[in-house]
């Protein structure tokens, strides 16, 4: 129950160093923002520093140029092609709104932004020799983001969650949605009630995917005893094993029992099987 996180920091780029700072040297568990990057600096952390990278300006420059679309808003108009935003009359909001006979067609739509391609979170589960087991994460947020915007990566219960006396949880995904749902506190509690790894990611990954049949996301699951598995919907997912036994790291590769096709917005429900590569 040690927890430490940071959220919208900028212009520090070890955001998860950061994390364990808050989590070492406060009585918080989370600080976001300007205030963020002012705290990480102060405890030693390299910054200000400048993150945008060529490829990223170049990627922004282009969205730029297409309007600025896809992005992540609803139920808006746009000034001029890329803002400032205001919020359509709400009686005519037409059919993209979120109403109650229309919330599953929205849930499709919220993902649709989120793929192999848009979106660079790590989580990483840690068993130490006494047995202490310890999680974190650390991303980049999604692509195009709204700015402000905080996904599921700081988010305790979300994006990650350890118990020493039970195991440990990551998640991947569409960050959005999958907040809404906790699966790794969700996951390492049902463990704790008796469930094997595989089943508990299932049944984590199955929960989101009964309210947003298209989301995409994906989980790993590890009980105390070094014993994984993982779970995911939407797309293929890798995670990767290594114990003091052997000789190198492992893959392990979920792969969803319907097949998925290309594009966003995925209609199967990966329940799955493994496949063992090595790096």
Known sequence: MEVGAVAAMRYVSDGIKAARLVMQHTKHTMLVGEQASVFAISMGLPGPTNLSSEESMDKWIKWKENKCQPNFRKNVLPVDDCGPYHATNTVNLGENTCTNSKWLE?????????????HDTISMAVIDRMGHIAVGTSTNGATFKIPGRVGDGPIAGSSAYADTEVG???????????MRFLP???V????RLGMEPKRAAEDAISRIAWKYPDFVGAIFAVNKNGVHAGACHGWTFQYSVRSPDMEDVK?????????????CCFPSLAMGSYRETYR
Do not use: F, K, W
């Open 106 to 118: 929205c849930g499709r739509l919220g993902s649709c932004h989120i793929s192999l391609h848009n």
């Open 168 to 178: 440990a949880c990551g998640a991947t995904g569409d960050g959005d949605i999958m």
């Open 184 to 186: 790794c506190y969700q």
């Open 188 to 191: 390492v509690e049902s463990m």
């Open 251 to 263: 893959v392990y590769t979920v792969v969803p029992e319907t097949p998925t096709p290309q594009g």
